[in-house]
């Protein structure tokens, strides 16, 4: 018998793997991502209608905003807000740095004395403590200055020392030390201690070591929770208007008393505060972008993820095309 030889062509093989140039000057696509998307556009959507509502309806009163924005009684009470925030945050902090240093203390009655003070004052609402300051002559009539237990040299009438500006200066400064001291104490401990051991055992003085080690690296702690403290210290000022002290708030309390147009003029103040608000919230940012350099992750704008999520606009990689040119430049020669 003999054997018939096939003639038959050979298989082709089951899988064909393209080639390194085509892989390598393929199209890199991102990952849909639909339901970002979706969540954006229903944003997008009530965000759109409550500009419409703010725009379309009459009884906010535009006009009215805008004839008392920049009312002589405004911008004195906006003065007055903008004054006492910043005497009463660089004080408290002053005072909160004092603490902090106090609760580190290898000195058992100073670590307590700042814990037990920090305890108490975090305990009282800031409203109470206002009250009382504003209501301290009657606990103590006179105030005096003298030998301890001994002889007085001055004294002065607590009712006529004690006015509603000072009242709101020492209460809102004693309860922002509070909170100050805890934001220093934790950005301090957050250094790791044997930088500083280190630094002892090079001979530097304690208050090199702090300037130049400590400091510098619990500022990334300390520079966002200070922020967070001013801005909240901002709108806290307009509880002074309790006891008639003519901040912003007040100020639009004296005005719509008289022409009853209330939600007008509490816009003007609500707009202030977004404006001053927003001011402090872009010189935080940029604070926490100075002294959080080297430790800043990547961040994509709008754009850029616009532009990877979309396949129309989506980006080949230079790297990847310029080795494609160099190995066809190799494989011509």
């Not at 093989?13 to 000057?25: N, Q, R, V, W, Y």
């Not at 696509?29 to 209608?49: D, F, I, Y």
């Not at 009470?77 to 009463?88: D, E, N, P, Q, Y």
Request: charged share 15%.
């Amino acid at each position: 018998m003999t054997a018939e030889l096939s003639t038959a062509p050979p298989r082709a093989p089951l899988t064909s793997e393209p080639c390194d140039a085509e892989l390598l000057s393929a199209t890199l696509v991102k990952a849909r991502k639909p339901g970002q998307w979706v969540s954006s556009v229903v944003v997008l959507v009530l965000a759109a209608m409550l500009v419409h509502t703010l725009i379309t309806n009459p009884r906010f009163q535009w006009d009215v905003v805008g004839d008392y924005f920049f009312h002589d009684s405004i911008l004195r009470g906006l003065g007055l807000t903008l004054w006492l925030t910043a005497a009463v945050m660089v004080c408290g902090f002053a005072l909160g740095i004092v603490l902090a240093v106090m609760r580190l203390s290898s000195n058992p009655i100073l670590s307590t004395l700042s814990a037990g003070y920090v305890w108490l004052i975090r305990s009282i609402p800031p409203l109470v403590q206002l009250l009382f300051w504003y209501e301290l002559a009657s606990l103590y009539p006179q105030l005096s200055l003298g030998i301890p237990f001994g002889p007085e040299f001055v004294k002065a009438d607590t009712a006529h020392l004690f006015s509603g500006v000072l009242a709101a200066f020492v209460a809102l400064t004693i309860d922002v030390a509070a909170f100050a001291a805890e934001i220093v104490r934790g950005g301090i401990l957050s250094v790791d201690r044997g930088q500083a051991e280190a630094a002892e055992a090079l001979g530097l003085s304690r208050y090199r070591i702090f300037r130049r080690i400590i400091l510098p690296q619990a500022m990334p702690a300390i520079v966002p929770a200070s922020g967070n403290l001013l801005i909240g210290l901002l709108k806290a000022t307009s509880i002074v208007s309790v006891i008639a002290v003519q901040d912003l708030l007040y100020s639009t309390q004296l005005i719509y008393q008289q022409n009853y147009l209330i939600l007008p003029l509490l816009l003007v103040a609500t707009i202030w505060y977004i404006i001053v608000t927003s001011v402090l919230s872009i010189g935080q940012h940029f604070a926490e972008r100075h002294y959080s350099r080297g430790n800043r992750s990547p961040q994509h704008s709008l754009w850029t993820t616009f532009r990877e999520n979309l396949p129309l606009f989506g980006r080949v990689r230079t790297d990847l095309l310029r080795f494609d040119r160099r190995t066809r430049k190799a494989v011509d020669a």
